[in-house]
C-alpha cells in the first residue's frame, strides 16, 4: 500500500490540475489544491461537498510574492507546478509584453515558487517537483509560439534541475510531464487568443517597408492563419524526434498541445 503523501497542485482550479487534485486524494493522499483566484476557490469547495472529496483548498497566485509565501511553512512531500497561462500570435508582429507576460507565470514564477518548496525537501532529505510542461516544449507550434517558448525553457529548466538535485544526494527527486492535446478548455482559449493580435493587426497602421501578417478570410467570417512558406515549414519540425518524456495523449483529442 502507497504511503500518503502531502501534495500542493498549482493550478487547480481548473483542468488537468482539477482532476489530479480529486484522483490523488481519492488515493489517499492529503490534497492541498490552490487556484488562481477566490472565485476559483469557492467553486472547487463546491465540488468538493459535491463529489463527498476532501480537498484543502486556497487562492494560490504564483505571480505574487504573498501568496507563494503560503508555502514556507507547508513540509511538502510532493509540488506539482501545473499552472500556466496560454497566448498566441505570429512572432513576426505579436506584441512583445504578452510573451513576457507569458514566461512569467510559465517561468519565473514556477521556478520561485519552486525554489521555496526545494528549500524544505533538500532540509528533510526527501521529496518530488513535477513539473507540467506540454509536447509544445518538444515541437514548436506556429502562432502558438508564445506559450510554446515558455514550455521549451520549463522543460529545459526541469532537466537542468534534477541534474542540479541529484548531485546533492538528498532524495529529491524531479520529474517533467509533457502531456499531448486534452481537452480542458485552455488549448481552445488558448488558440482563440490569436484573433486578437489579427484584429490589433489589422486596426494598426502598416510601417513602410513591412509587410504585415494578417488573416485570410475563410467562409463565412471564420479566419485562419497566413499561409506559411517552405523555410517556415522547415524551421518548425520537430527539434526532438524521440521525444521519450512525453505522456502520450489520451482522451478526445483537438490537434493541440498540453
Excluded at 70 to 75: F, T
Excluded at 170 to 193: D, K, S
Excluded at 198 to 220: E, I, K
Amino acid at each position: 500500500m502507497v504511503a500518503s503523501r502531502t501534495i500542493l497542485i498549482t493550478g487547480a482550479g481548473t483542468g488537468i490540475g482539477r482532476d489530479a487534485a480529486f484522483v490523488l486524494a481519492a488515493r489517499g493522499h492529503r490534497v492541498i489544491a490552490t487556484t488562481l483566484s477566490e472565485d476559483q476557490a469557492d467553486a472547487l469547495r463546491a465540488e468538493c461537498r459535491t463529489r463527498g472529496q476532501a480537498l484543502e483548498v486556497f487562492k494560490l497566485d504564483i505571480t505574487s510574492p504573498g501568496d507563494r509565501e503560503q508555502l514556507r511553512p507547508l513540509a511538502l512531500d510532493v509540488l506539482i507546478n501545473n499552472a500556466a497561462i496560454g497566448d498566441s500570435g505570429s512572432l513576426a508582429e505579436v506584441d512583445v509584453a504578452r510573451i513576457r507576460a507569458t514566461f512569467e507565470v510559465n517561468v519565473f514564477a514556477t521556478l520561485e515558487l519552486t525554489q521555496l518548496a526545494l528549500a524544505g525537501m533538500i532540509e528533510r532529505q526527501r521529496g518530488t517537483v513535477l513539473f507540467v510542461s506540454s509536447i509544445a516544449g518538444r515541437v514548436p507550434m506556429p502562432f502558438l509560439m508564445p506559450y510554446s517558448m515558455t514550455k521549451f525553457a520549463l522543460s529545459a529548466a526541469a532537466a537542468g534541475l534534477r541534474a542540479e538535485v541529484d548531485q546533492l544526494r538528498r532524495n529529491v527527486q524531479v520529474a517533467l510531464i509533457e502531456p499531448g492535446a486534452f481537452r480542458t478548455g485552455f488549448n481552445q482559449a488558448m488558440a482563440a487568443r490569436k484573433y486578437e493580435w489579427m484584429a490589433l493587426s489589422m486596426r494598426s497602421r502598416t510601417h513602410p517597408g513591412r509587410t504585415t501578417l494578417r488573416s485570410r478570410t475563410v467562409g463565412r467570417g471564420r479566419r485562419a492563419p497566413p499561409r506559411l512558406g517552405p523555410s517556415t515549414l522547415f524551421t518548425c519540425r520537430p527539434f526532438h524526434p524521440t521525444a521519450s518524456f512525453c505522456a502520450p495523449a489520451r482522451g478526445r483529442r483537438n490537434g493541440l498541445p498540453r
